[in-house]
Protein backbone atom coordinates (compact mmCIF):
# COMPACT_ATOMS: atom_id res chain seq x y z
CA UNK A 1 0.00 0.00 0.00
CA UNK A 2 1.43 3.23 -0.96
CA UNK A 3 1.02 6.43 1.95
CA UNK A 4 -2.08 5.10 4.29
CA UNK A 5 -4.59 7.38 4.13
CA UNK A 6 -7.33 5.96 5.86
CA UNK A 7 -6.93 3.39 8.89
CA UNK A 8 -9.43 2.31 11.72
CA UNK A 9 -8.31 -0.34 14.20
CA UNK A 10 -10.34 -2.35 16.79
CA UNK A 11 -13.84 -0.94 15.89
CA UNK A 12 -16.91 -3.00 17.99
CA UNK A 13 -20.55 -1.40 17.47
CA UNK A 14 -23.16 -2.86 19.04
CA UNK A 15 -26.86 -2.48 18.72
CA UNK A 16 -28.50 -3.06 21.64
CA UNK A 17 -27.99 -7.39 21.53
CA UNK A 18 -26.59 -7.48 18.09
CA UNK A 19 -22.59 -6.82 17.57
CA UNK A 20 -22.19 -5.55 14.37
CA UNK A 21 -18.19 -5.30 14.55
CA UNK A 22 -15.88 -7.03 17.06
CA UNK A 23 -13.10 -5.28 16.97
CA UNK A 24 -12.48 -4.87 12.91
CA UNK A 25 -9.28 -3.16 11.42
CA UNK A 26 -9.19 -1.83 8.04
CA UNK A 27 -6.80 0.61 6.05
CA UNK A 28 -6.66 2.51 2.77
CA UNK A 29 -3.99 3.91 0.64
CA UNK A 30 -3.74 6.81 -1.09
CA UNK A 31 -5.28 6.15 -4.55
CA UNK A 32 -6.47 2.75 -3.84
CA UNK A 33 -9.00 1.04 -4.54
CA UNK A 34 -10.21 -1.77 -1.58
CA UNK A 35 -13.23 -3.67 -2.00
CA UNK A 36 -15.16 -4.14 0.78
CA UNK A 37 -16.87 -8.13 0.88
CA UNK A 38 -18.68 -10.05 3.13
CA UNK A 39 -22.35 -11.67 3.76
CA UNK A 40 -25.03 -9.75 4.30
CA UNK A 41 -24.98 -8.74 7.60
CA UNK A 42 -21.50 -9.08 8.43
CA UNK A 43 -21.09 -5.43 8.75
CA UNK A 44 -19.88 -3.16 5.73
CA UNK A 45 -22.47 -0.99 5.93
CA UNK A 46 -21.76 -0.30 9.83
CA UNK A 47 -18.06 -0.12 9.52
CA UNK A 48 -18.46 2.17 7.09
CA UNK A 49 -21.18 4.44 9.03
CA UNK A 50 -18.51 4.97 11.47
CA UNK A 51 -16.12 6.34 9.24
CA UNK A 52 -19.25 8.53 7.12
CA UNK A 53 -20.29 9.30 10.49
CA UNK A 54 -23.89 7.77 10.99
CA UNK A 55 -22.67 5.63 13.69
CA UNK A 56 -20.41 6.60 16.57
CA UNK A 57 -18.08 3.21 17.47
CA UNK A 58 -18.07 1.58 20.84
CA UNK A 59 -14.50 0.85 20.67
CA UNK A 60 -11.43 1.43 18.43
CA UNK A 61 -10.10 4.50 16.61
CA UNK A 62 -9.82 6.22 13.53
CA UNK A 63 -6.64 7.92 11.83
CA UNK A 64 -6.41 9.87 9.21
CA UNK A 65 -2.94 10.44 7.65
CA UNK A 66 -1.91 8.26 10.48
CA UNK A 67 -3.45 11.20 12.95
CA UNK A 68 -6.11 10.14 15.41
CA UNK A 69 -10.11 11.96 14.39
CA UNK A 70 -13.11 11.79 15.98
CA UNK A 71 -15.83 11.73 13.04
CA UNK A 72 -18.96 11.99 14.94
CA UNK A 73 -21.37 13.47 12.12
CA UNK A 74 -21.04 13.34 8.12
CA UNK A 75 -19.39 17.26 8.48
CA UNK A 76 -16.45 16.00 10.28
CA UNK A 77 -16.28 12.61 7.67
CA UNK A 78 -16.23 15.85 4.73
CA UNK A 79 -13.36 17.56 6.99
CA UNK A 80 -11.45 14.71 6.87
CA UNK A 81 -11.87 13.85 3.24
CA UNK A 82 -14.68 10.71 3.39
CA UNK A 83 -17.47 11.21 1.10
CA UNK A 84 -20.29 8.09 1.60
CA UNK A 85 -22.57 6.89 -1.24
CA UNK A 86 -25.06 4.81 0.99
CA UNK A 87 -26.45 1.72 0.01
CA UNK A 88 -29.74 3.57 -0.47
CA UNK A 89 -29.20 6.83 -2.30
CA UNK A 90 -29.29 9.71 -0.24
CA UNK A 91 -30.69 12.17 -3.06
CA UNK A 92 -33.59 14.81 -2.58
CA UNK A 93 -35.04 14.18 -5.74
CA UNK A 94 -37.49 17.47 -5.47
CA UNK A 95 -34.56 19.42 -5.96
CA UNK A 96 -32.35 19.93 -9.57
CA UNK A 97 -29.02 18.65 -9.72
CA UNK A 98 -26.87 22.05 -8.66
CA UNK A 99 -28.62 22.62 -5.33
CA UNK A 100 -28.17 18.65 -4.34
CA UNK A 101 -24.40 18.96 -5.61
CA UNK A 102 -24.03 22.31 -3.02
CA UNK A 103 -27.01 21.68 -0.29
CA UNK A 104 -25.39 23.20 2.68
CA UNK A 105 -22.21 24.61 1.25
CA UNK A 106 -24.06 27.37 -1.04
CA UNK A 107 -21.53 29.67 -2.75
CA UNK A 108 -22.39 32.93 -1.60
CA UNK A 109 -22.02 36.90 -3.33
CA UNK A 110 -22.59 39.03 -0.51
CA UNK A 111 -24.55 36.38 2.05
CA UNK A 112 -26.79 35.58 -0.67
CA UNK A 113 -26.64 32.60 -2.30
CA UNK A 114 -25.48 32.88 -5.87
CA UNK A 115 -26.97 30.27 -7.98
CA UNK A 116 -25.58 31.22 -11.38
CA UNK A 117 -22.38 29.80 -9.38
CA UNK A 118 -23.62 26.80 -8.42
CA UNK A 119 -24.64 25.66 -11.52
CA UNK A 120 -21.33 27.04 -13.54
CA UNK A 121 -19.12 24.82 -10.51
CA UNK A 122 -21.82 21.71 -10.49
CA UNK A 123 -21.08 21.18 -14.20
CA UNK A 124 -17.45 21.21 -13.83
CA UNK A 125 -17.68 17.97 -11.84
CA UNK A 126 -20.41 16.62 -14.36
CA UNK A 127 -18.71 17.37 -17.25
CA UNK A 128 -15.77 15.51 -15.51
CA UNK A 129 -17.42 12.38 -14.97
CA UNK A 130 -18.67 12.37 -18.66
CA UNK A 131 -22.40 12.79 -17.86
CA UNK A 132 -24.58 14.22 -19.84
CA UNK A 133 -27.16 16.27 -17.38
CA UNK A 134 -27.06 20.11 -17.44
CA UNK A 135 -26.90 20.97 -13.63
CA UNK A 136 -30.64 22.67 -13.51
CA UNK A 137 -32.40 19.65 -13.98
CA UNK A 138 -34.70 18.56 -11.24
CA UNK A 139 -32.95 15.43 -9.96
CA UNK A 140 -35.95 13.31 -10.21
CA UNK A 141 -35.89 13.39 -14.09
CA UNK A 142 -32.71 11.39 -14.08
CA UNK A 143 -32.36 7.56 -13.62
CA UNK A 144 -30.42 6.01 -10.47
CA UNK A 145 -27.09 5.87 -12.51
CA UNK A 146 -27.11 9.33 -12.90
CA UNK A 147 -28.59 10.33 -9.76
CA UNK A 148 -25.45 8.03 -8.29
CA UNK A 149 -23.20 9.95 -10.47
CA UNK A 150 -24.67 13.44 -9.28
CA UNK A 151 -23.57 11.94 -5.67
CA UNK A 152 -19.74 11.44 -7.17
CA UNK A 153 -19.87 14.69 -8.15
CA UNK A 154 -20.98 15.68 -5.00
CA UNK A 155 -18.11 13.82 -3.56
CA UNK A 156 -15.60 15.15 -5.91
CA UNK A 157 -16.48 19.12 -5.54
CA UNK A 158 -16.12 18.22 -1.55
CA UNK A 159 -12.83 17.36 -2.69
CA UNK A 160 -13.59 14.05 -1.37
CA UNK A 161 -9.76 11.69 -0.29
CA UNK A 162 -11.80 8.21 -0.11
CA UNK A 163 -15.45 7.69 -1.79
CA UNK A 164 -16.94 4.98 -0.28
CA UNK A 165 -19.70 3.61 -2.08
CA UNK A 166 -21.61 0.78 -0.61
CA UNK A 167 -23.43 -1.46 -3.31
CA UNK A 168 -23.16 1.06 -5.62
CA UNK A 169 -23.98 -1.22 -8.51
CA UNK A 170 -27.16 -3.01 -7.35
CA UNK A 171 -29.78 -0.76 -9.66
CA UNK A 172 -27.55 -0.39 -12.57
CA UNK A 173 -27.37 -1.72 -15.78
CA UNK A 174 -24.76 -3.67 -17.34
CA UNK A 175 -24.16 -0.59 -20.03
CA UNK A 176 -24.36 1.89 -16.74
CA UNK A 177 -22.48 -0.60 -14.59
CA UNK A 178 -19.29 -0.41 -16.82
CA UNK A 179 -19.83 3.56 -16.88
CA UNK A 180 -19.37 3.22 -13.13
CA UNK A 181 -16.72 1.34 -13.30
CA UNK A 182 -14.38 2.97 -15.63
CA UNK A 183 -14.95 6.41 -13.64
CA UNK A 184 -13.92 4.66 -10.12
CA UNK A 185 -10.84 3.72 -12.22
CA UNK A 186 -10.38 7.30 -13.86
CA UNK A 187 -10.85 8.55 -9.98
CA UNK A 188 -7.46 6.53 -8.99
CA UNK A 189 -5.53 7.76 -11.56
CA UNK A 190 -6.65 11.40 -10.05
CA UNK A 191 -5.47 10.11 -6.62
CA UNK A 192 -8.61 9.61 -5.11
CA UNK A 193 -9.47 6.43 -3.00
CA UNK A 194 -12.76 4.26 -3.08
CA UNK A 195 -13.82 1.44 -0.69
CA UNK A 196 -15.90 -0.16 -3.04
CA UNK A 197 -18.79 -2.51 -1.52
CA UNK A 198 -20.22 -5.22 -3.67
CA UNK A 199 -21.58 -8.90 -3.93
CA UNK A 200 -21.26 -8.88 -7.52
CA UNK A 201 -17.28 -10.05 -7.44
CA UNK A 202 -16.67 -10.14 -11.33
CA UNK A 203 -16.92 -6.08 -10.72
CA UNK A 204 -14.60 -6.72 -8.03
CA UNK A 205 -11.86 -8.27 -9.92
CA UNK A 206 -12.10 -6.24 -12.57
CA UNK A 207 -11.52 -2.70 -10.48
CA UNK A 208 -9.97 -3.84 -6.81
CA UNK A 209 -6.25 -3.26 -5.70
CA UNK A 210 -7.42 -5.24 -2.72
CA UNK A 211 -10.10 -6.98 -1.09
CA UNK A 212 -10.82 -7.29 2.92
CA UNK A 213 -13.70 -9.46 4.12
CA UNK A 214 -15.66 -9.51 6.86
CA UNK A 215 -17.44 -12.31 8.47
CA UNK A 216 -19.82 -11.80 11.51
CA UNK A 217 -18.70 -8.62 12.42
CA UNK A 218 -14.98 -9.69 12.12
CA UNK A 219 -11.78 -9.32 9.92
CA UNK A 220 -11.82 -12.82 8.17
CA UNK A 221 -8.84 -12.02 5.98
CA UNK A 222 -7.74 -9.88 2.71
CA UNK A 223 -6.71 -10.44 -0.78
CA UNK A 224 -3.52 -8.96 -2.42
CA UNK A 225 -4.54 -7.83 -6.17
CA UNK A 226 -2.70 -11.13 -7.91
CA UNK A 227 -4.82 -13.68 -5.41
CA UNK A 228 -8.23 -11.77 -5.72
CA UNK A 229 -10.44 -14.92 -7.67
CA UNK A 230 -14.14 -15.40 -7.02
CA UNK A 231 -13.47 -18.85 -5.18
CA UNK A 232 -10.75 -17.31 -3.09
CA UNK A 233 -13.31 -14.14 -1.95
CA UNK A 234 -16.60 -16.85 -1.63
CA UNK A 235 -14.08 -18.85 0.41
CA UNK A 236 -12.63 -15.79 2.82
CA UNK A 237 -16.88 -14.44 3.39
CA UNK A 238 -18.62 -18.06 4.00
CA UNK A 239 -15.45 -19.60 5.58
CA UNK A 240 -15.98 -22.95 3.30
CA UNK A 241 -16.10 -23.61 -0.13
CA UNK A 242 -18.96 -23.30 -1.64
CA UNK A 243 -20.21 -25.48 -4.97
CA UNK A 244 -20.81 -22.93 -7.74
CA UNK A 245 -25.03 -22.50 -8.12
CA UNK A 246 -26.44 -24.42 -10.73
CA UNK A 247 -30.34 -24.61 -11.13
CA UNK A 248 -32.09 -27.60 -12.24
CA UNK A 249 -34.14 -26.39 -14.98
CA UNK A 250 -37.85 -27.65 -15.58
CA UNK A 251 -38.15 -29.83 -18.61
CA UNK A 252 -42.14 -30.95 -18.52
CA UNK A 253 -43.63 -27.63 -18.52
CA UNK A 254 -47.46 -27.28 -18.49
CA UNK A 255 -48.14 -24.92 -21.31
CA UNK A 256 -50.42 -21.71 -20.84
CA UNK A 257 -50.92 -21.69 -17.11
CA UNK A 258 -50.88 -18.25 -16.93
CA UNK A 259 -51.69 -16.15 -20.43
CA UNK A 260 -51.24 -12.05 -20.73
CA UNK A 261 -53.38 -10.64 -23.52
CA UNK A 262 -53.04 -7.08 -24.98
CA UNK A 263 -51.94 -5.22 -21.79
CA UNK A 264 -51.47 -1.80 -22.24
CA UNK A 265 -49.89 0.08 -19.36
CA UNK A 266 -50.01 3.47 -18.17
CA UNK A 267 -46.41 4.27 -19.46
CA UNK A 268 -46.07 2.76 -22.47
CA UNK A 269 -50.06 3.23 -23.83
CA UNK A 270 -49.04 2.78 -27.66
CA UNK A 271 -47.84 -0.59 -26.84
CA UNK A 272 -49.24 -3.91 -25.92
CA UNK A 273 -47.60 -6.84 -24.52
CA UNK A 274 -48.74 -10.37 -24.40
CA UNK A 275 -46.99 -13.66 -23.29
CA UNK A 276 -47.76 -16.98 -21.52
CA UNK A 277 -46.35 -18.73 -19.01
CA UNK A 278 -46.31 -22.54 -18.46
CA UNK A 279 -47.26 -24.24 -14.72
CA UNK A 280 -43.74 -24.92 -13.60
CA UNK A 281 -42.08 -22.41 -15.50
CA UNK A 282 -39.51 -19.50 -15.08
CA UNK A 283 -39.86 -17.02 -16.80
CA UNK A 284 -37.18 -14.68 -16.91
CA UNK A 285 -38.01 -11.21 -17.88
CA UNK A 286 -34.35 -9.05 -19.70
CA UNK A 287 -34.28 -5.81 -20.71
CA UNK A 288 -32.33 -2.48 -20.14
CA UNK A 289 -33.88 -0.48 -16.99
CA UNK A 290 -36.81 1.58 -18.09
CA UNK A 291 -37.73 -1.07 -20.92
CA UNK A 292 -41.05 -1.28 -18.97
CA UNK A 293 -40.76 -4.74 -17.23
CA UNK A 294 -41.77 -3.46 -13.80
CA UNK A 295 -44.47 -1.20 -15.40
CA UNK A 296 -45.92 -4.70 -16.55
CA UNK A 297 -45.64 -6.50 -13.00
CA UNK A 298 -47.11 -3.62 -11.57
CA UNK A 299 -50.07 -3.63 -13.93
CA UNK A 300 -50.16 -7.10 -13.43
CA UNK A 301 -50.27 -6.84 -9.79
CA UNK A 302 -53.15 -3.84 -9.81
CA UNK A 303 -50.71 -1.22 -8.22
CA UNK A 304 -50.60 0.56 -11.23
CA UNK A 305 -53.50 -1.28 -13.50
CA UNK A 306 -52.64 -1.40 -16.91
CA UNK A 307 -55.27 0.85 -19.15
CA UNK A 308 -56.08 -2.42 -21.38
CA UNK A 309 -55.48 -5.95 -21.59
CA UNK A 310 -56.42 -9.36 -19.72
CA UNK A 311 -55.45 -11.95 -18.19
CA UNK A 312 -56.35 -15.68 -17.18
CA UNK A 313 -54.66 -18.18 -15.12
CA UNK A 314 -55.91 -22.07 -15.16
CA UNK A 315 -58.26 -21.25 -17.18
CA UNK A 316 -60.02 -18.83 -15.42
CA UNK A 317 -62.17 -15.92 -16.41
CA UNK A 318 -60.03 -13.25 -18.16
CA UNK A 319 -59.72 -10.42 -15.72
CA UNK A 320 -57.49 -7.59 -14.80
CA UNK A 321 -56.37 -6.50 -11.59
CA UNK A 322 -57.31 -3.06 -10.34
CA UNK A 323 -56.09 -3.35 -6.78
CA UNK A 324 -53.66 -4.98 -5.54
CA UNK A 325 -56.31 -7.48 -3.48
CA UNK A 326 -57.61 -8.25 -6.79
CA UNK A 327 -54.50 -9.76 -8.06
CA UNK A 328 -53.73 -11.36 -4.66
CA UNK A 329 -57.67 -12.74 -4.90
CA UNK A 330 -56.36 -14.72 -7.89
CA UNK A 331 -53.30 -15.79 -6.15
CA UNK A 332 -50.89 -13.27 -8.24
CA UNK A 333 -48.28 -11.63 -5.82
CA UNK A 334 -45.30 -9.34 -6.88
CA UNK A 335 -41.70 -9.24 -4.90
CA UNK A 336 -41.58 -5.47 -5.93
CA UNK A 337 -38.49 -3.97 -7.10
CA UNK A 338 -38.07 -0.87 -4.40
CA UNK A 339 -38.26 -2.74 -0.83
CA UNK A 340 -37.99 0.78 1.04
CA UNK A 341 -41.28 1.94 -1.13
CA UNK A 342 -43.65 -0.93 -1.10
CA UNK A 343 -42.16 -4.02 -0.11
CA UNK A 344 -41.35 -3.88 3.40
CA UNK A 345 -42.56 -1.20 6.74
CA UNK A 346 -39.36 -0.24 8.40
CA UNK A 347 -41.04 0.27 11.37
CA UNK A 348 -42.44 -3.59 11.85
CA UNK A 349 -41.47 -6.06 13.20
CA UNK A 350 -39.87 -8.82 10.82
CA UNK A 351 -42.61 -10.95 12.02
CA UNK A 352 -45.44 -8.56 11.44
CA UNK A 353 -44.24 -7.90 8.29
CA UNK A 354 -44.14 -11.55 7.26
CA UNK A 355 -47.51 -12.04 8.29
CA UNK A 356 -49.30 -8.88 6.84
CA UNK A 357 -50.00 -10.04 3.87
CA UNK A 358 -51.52 -13.14 5.28
CA UNK A 359 -53.50 -11.07 7.71
CA UNK A 360 -55.20 -9.15 5.12
CA UNK A 361 -56.07 -12.15 3.75
CA UNK A 362 -58.06 -13.61 6.24
CA UNK A 363 -58.63 -10.40 8.21
CA UNK A 364 -62.23 -11.36 6.97
CA UNK A 365 -62.21 -14.56 9.57
CA UNK A 366 -61.74 -11.86 12.33
CA UNK A 367 -58.67 -13.07 14.40
CA UNK A 368 -55.13 -13.12 14.10
CA UNK A 369 -53.66 -16.35 15.19
CA UNK A 370 -50.33 -14.58 17.24
CA UNK A 371 -48.32 -18.27 17.67
CA UNK A 372 -48.96 -19.61 13.84
CA UNK A 373 -48.00 -16.45 13.04
CA UNK A 374 -44.65 -16.57 14.50
CA UNK A 375 -44.43 -20.27 13.61
CA UNK A 376 -44.54 -19.11 10.15
CA UNK A 377 -42.26 -15.95 10.50
CA UNK A 378 -39.30 -18.33 12.60
CA UNK A 379 -39.79 -20.80 9.57
CA UNK A 380 -39.06 -18.32 7.35
CA UNK A 381 -36.18 -16.94 9.14
CA UNK A 382 -34.19 -20.34 9.17
CA UNK A 383 -34.86 -21.34 5.67
CA UNK A 384 -34.09 -18.11 4.02
CA UNK A 385 -31.01 -17.66 6.88
CA UNK A 386 -32.60 -13.72 7.50
CA UNK A 387 -30.01 -12.61 9.79
CA UNK A 388 -31.52 -11.09 13.13
CA UNK A 389 -31.57 -11.90 16.81
CA UNK A 390 -35.11 -13.13 16.39
CA UNK A 391 -38.24 -12.23 14.35
CA UNK A 392 -39.18 -9.39 16.88
CA UNK A 393 -36.56 -7.47 15.43
CA UNK A 394 -37.03 -4.32 13.52
CA UNK A 395 -37.20 -4.74 10.13
CA UNK A 396 -35.20 -1.26 9.43
CA UNK A 397 -32.52 -2.18 11.78
CA UNK A 398 -31.78 -5.51 9.41
CA UNK A 399 -28.59 -5.46 6.71
CA UNK A 400 -29.67 -4.56 3.00
CA UNK A 401 -29.73 -7.95 1.69
CA UNK A 402 -31.57 -9.52 5.11
CA UNK A 403 -34.76 -6.87 4.08
CA UNK A 404 -34.68 -8.48 0.81
CA UNK A 405 -35.09 -11.80 2.05
CA UNK A 406 -38.18 -10.32 4.57
CA UNK A 407 -40.08 -9.40 1.56
CA UNK A 408 -39.08 -12.75 -0.28
CA UNK A 409 -40.87 -14.21 3.21
CA UNK A 410 -43.71 -12.32 3.38
CA UNK A 411 -44.91 -13.66 0.00
CA UNK A 412 -44.04 -16.94 0.29
CA UNK A 413 -45.75 -17.15 3.15
CA UNK A 414 -49.00 -17.30 0.78
CA UNK A 415 -50.15 -19.45 -1.51
CA UNK A 416 -49.88 -18.27 -5.05
CA UNK A 417 -50.43 -18.96 -8.34
CA UNK A 418 -48.44 -16.78 -9.97
CA UNK A 419 -45.10 -15.31 -8.13
CA UNK A 420 -43.58 -12.17 -9.50
CA UNK A 421 -40.17 -11.13 -8.45
CA UNK A 422 -38.77 -7.71 -9.94
CA UNK A 423 -34.93 -7.91 -9.13
CA UNK A 424 -35.17 -10.28 -6.23
CA UNK A 425 -31.56 -10.77 -5.55
CA UNK A 426 -30.33 -7.20 -5.65
CA UNK A 427 -27.71 -6.79 -2.93
CA UNK A 428 -27.95 -10.50 -1.78
CA UNK A 429 -25.07 -12.17 -1.46
CA UNK A 430 -24.12 -15.37 -2.80
CA UNK A 431 -24.69 -17.59 -0.47
CA UNK A 432 -28.60 -16.36 0.17
CA UNK A 433 -28.48 -15.70 -3.38
CA UNK A 434 -28.52 -19.62 -3.74
CA UNK A 435 -31.00 -19.53 -1.82
CA UNK A 436 -33.28 -17.32 -3.45
CA UNK A 437 -33.13 -19.39 -6.83
CA UNK A 438 -33.74 -22.58 -5.15
CA UNK A 439 -36.66 -21.36 -3.80
CA UNK A 440 -38.06 -19.81 -6.50
CA UNK A 441 -37.56 -23.28 -8.53
CA UNK A 442 -39.66 -24.71 -5.92
CA UNK A 443 -42.06 -22.42 -6.01
CA UNK A 444 -42.45 -23.11 -9.98
CA UNK A 445 -42.02 -27.24 -9.31
CA UNK A 446 -45.10 -27.22 -6.84
CA UNK A 447 -46.84 -25.66 -9.61
CA UNK A 448 -46.69 -21.71 -9.54
CA UNK A 449 -45.84 -19.82 -12.49
CA UNK A 450 -42.90 -17.42 -12.16
CA UNK A 451 -42.08 -14.45 -13.32
CA UNK A 452 -38.67 -12.83 -13.12
CA UNK A 453 -37.41 -9.38 -13.93
CA UNK A 454 -34.06 -9.20 -13.64
CA UNK A 455 -30.86 -6.73 -14.94
CA UNK A 456 -28.80 -9.79 -13.77
CA UNK A 457 -27.08 -11.49 -16.78
CA UNK A 458 -25.73 -14.37 -15.00
CA UNK A 459 -29.11 -14.51 -12.94
CA UNK A 460 -31.24 -14.30 -16.01
CA UNK A 461 -29.39 -16.92 -18.41
CA UNK A 462 -28.77 -19.24 -15.17
CA UNK A 463 -32.41 -19.44 -13.66
CA UNK A 464 -35.12 -18.80 -16.47
CA UNK A 465 -36.54 -21.17 -18.24
CA UNK A 466 -37.19 -19.47 -21.13
CA UNK A 467 -36.60 -15.48 -21.49
CA UNK A 468 -38.51 -12.70 -22.80
CA UNK A 469 -36.50 -9.08 -23.62
CA UNK A 470 -38.43 -5.96 -23.68
CA UNK A 471 -37.18 -2.85 -24.91
CA UNK A 472 -39.32 0.44 -24.87
CA UNK A 473 -42.31 -1.14 -23.52
CA UNK A 474 -42.28 -3.92 -25.89
CA UNK A 475 -41.39 -7.15 -25.82
CA UNK A 476 -38.97 -7.51 -28.34
CA UNK A 477 -38.57 -12.16 -28.50
CA UNK A 478 -38.57 -14.90 -26.68
CA UNK A 479 -35.42 -17.27 -26.06
CA UNK A 480 -35.55 -20.23 -25.07
CA UNK A 481 -33.07 -21.96 -22.79
CA UNK A 482 -31.03 -23.49 -25.78
CA UNK A 483 -30.78 -20.37 -27.82
CA UNK A 484 -29.84 -17.95 -25.15
CA UNK A 485 -27.19 -16.19 -24.72
CA UNK A 486 -25.81 -12.91 -23.43
CA UNK A 487 -25.52 -11.78 -26.89
CA UNK A 488 -28.62 -12.69 -28.34
CA UNK A 489 -30.57 -11.03 -24.90
CA UNK A 490 -28.40 -7.68 -25.61
CA UNK A 491 -29.67 -7.72 -28.94
CA UNK A 492 -32.81 -7.81 -28.41
CA UNK A 493 -32.63 -5.44 -25.28
CA UNK A 494 -31.50 -3.07 -27.96
CA UNK A 495 -33.89 -3.73 -30.40
CA UNK A 496 -35.90 -0.85 -31.72
CA UNK A 497 -39.49 -0.94 -30.67
CA UNK A 498 -40.76 -1.13 -34.77
CA UNK A 499 -39.14 -3.99 -34.54
CA UNK A 500 -41.24 -6.13 -31.69
CA UNK A 501 -42.99 -9.02 -32.23
CA UNK A 502 -46.94 -8.67 -31.99
N1 LIG B 1 -29.40 0.51 13.36
C1 LIG B 1 -29.29 -0.78 13.67
N2 LIG B 1 -29.94 -1.31 14.71
C2 LIG B 1 -29.83 -2.63 15.02
N3 LIG B 1 -29.06 -3.50 14.35
C3 LIG B 1 -28.40 -3.04 13.28
C4 LIG B 1 -28.47 -1.66 12.88
N4 LIG B 1 -27.68 -1.49 11.79
C5 LIG B 1 -27.15 -2.70 11.52
N5 LIG B 1 -27.57 -3.63 12.42
C6 LIG B 1 -27.17 -5.05 12.44
O1 LIG B 1 -25.77 -5.13 12.34
C7 LIG B 1 -25.38 -6.24 11.52
C8 LIG B 1 -24.49 -5.74 10.39
O2 LIG B 1 -25.27 -5.02 9.47
P1 LIG B 1 -24.69 -4.29 8.21
O3 LIG B 1 -25.78 -3.44 7.64
O4 LIG B 1 -23.41 -3.62 8.55
O5 LIG B 1 -24.40 -5.52 7.22
P2 LIG B 1 -23.82 -5.55 5.73
O6 LIG B 1 -22.55 -6.29 5.77
O7 LIG B 1 -23.79 -4.18 5.18
O8 LIG B 1 -24.88 -6.46 4.96
P3 LIG B 1 -25.58 -6.32 3.50
O9 LIG B 1 -24.67 -7.01 2.54
O10 LIG B 1 -26.84 -7.12 3.62
O11 LIG B 1 -25.82 -4.89 3.19
C9 LIG B 1 -26.66 -6.89 11.06
O12 LIG B 1 -26.92 -7.98 11.89
C10 LIG B 1 -27.70 -5.80 11.24
O13 LIG B 1 -28.97 -6.34 11.48
MG1 LIG C 1 -24.87 -3.19 3.67
Known amino acids: MANTLLRVENIGKRFGGVIALKGVSFAIGEAEIVALIGENGAGKSTLMKTLGGVHQPDTGQIYVDEKPVKITNARDAMANGIAFIHQELNVLDNLDVGANIYLGREPKTLGIINSSEIYRQAQVYLDRLGLKVNARTQLAELSIAEQQMVEIAKALSQNARVIIMDEPTSSLTLKETERLLSVCKELRGEGVSIIYISHRLSEIIEIADRVVALRDGANAGDLTREQITHDAMVNLMVGRELARFKLPHH?????RFVTVKNLRTQRYPDQTVSFDIGRGEI????????AGRSEVAQALF?????????????????????????????????????RRKTGLLLD????????????????????????????IADEQKISLQIKAPNVEARAGNLSGGNQQK???AKWLSLNPRMMIFDEPTRGIDVGAKAEIYRLMRELADRGVAVMM???????????SDRIAVMCEGSLTGFLTRAEATEQRVMNLAVARAHEAVA
Open 251 to 255: TAILD
Open 283 to 290: LGFAGLVG
Open 302 to 338: GVEPGLEGAMEIGGSESFLAHTAAQAIAHGVFLVPED
Open 348 to 375: WSIRDNISLPALRRDANKGFVNRTREKQ
Open 406 to 408: VVL
Open 453 to 463: ISSDMEEVLGV
